[in-house]
């Protein structure tokens, strides 16, 4: 999903996504089988996360069903101050295609 757009900012420069812990991963399936958005594969040693940016932005479904708490996402206080900041950078930067 590459060029796609979050309220105006790059979805690449939103650091909104699973991130897996390895040590904690029984290779269940269970997030690859409940997320439809092609975010996760089957890593040799793990379940990984292989397209971070097709994460829906504030979506935390997946972490709630993986038993092992293997599935973790940033601070979401912290993560609404950042939102905050690249709004404002991506608001000043003029569209040129327009
Ligand atoms: S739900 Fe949890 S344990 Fe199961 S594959 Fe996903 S990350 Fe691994
Ligand atoms: S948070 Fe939602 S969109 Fe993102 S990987 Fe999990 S289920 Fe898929």
């Given at each position: 999903m590459a060029g796609q757009t979050y309220l105006g900012i790059p979805?690449?420069?939103?650091?909104w996504y699973p991130t897996i812990n390895p040590d904690l991963c029984?290779?269940?399936n269970a997030c690859m089988d409940f997320?439809?958005?092609?975010?996760f594969a089957a890593g040799e040693f793990s379940t990984i996360?292989?397209?971070?940016?097709n994460c829906v932005v504030?979506?935390?479904?997946?972490e709630k069903l993986c038993d092992t708490g293997a599935i973790s996402f940033p601070n979401k206080k912290e993560f609404v101050n950042l939102l905050q900041q690249l709004r404002e950078k991506y608001s000043k930067i003029p569209n040129i295609s327009s």
């Open positions: 979805r690449e420069e939103i650091p029984t290779k269940c997320c439809t958005n092609d975010v996360v292989a397209n971070p940016f504030g979506c935390s479904a997946c």
